[in-house]
């Protein structure tokens, strides 16, 4: 997800976007810490950064 995607997003589909964000980055590390492997290794830092860059797009917005 590209920041110029989410700027162009709704504010209500932010929303529903990073809940949604949240609740893979939950799931992901659950598999992990209960000794699981993911499919993708990579996949947790993908969605830490995607919750970075809705945060960093929500706050642009309230500032203006």
């Not at 700027?7 to 209960?34: F, H, I, N, Q, Y």
């Amino acid at each position: 997800m590209r920041a110029k995607e989410i700027r162009a997003m709704s504010e209500e589909d932010r929303a529903k976007a990073l809940e949604e964000m949240r609740r893979e980055l939950m799931r992901e590390r659950g598999t992990v810490a209960m000794g699981g492997t993911t499919s993708n290794t990579m996949r947790i830092r993908e969605i830490r950064k995607n919750i970075a860059r809705i945060l960093t797009v929500e706050k642009e917005v309230q500032q203006k």
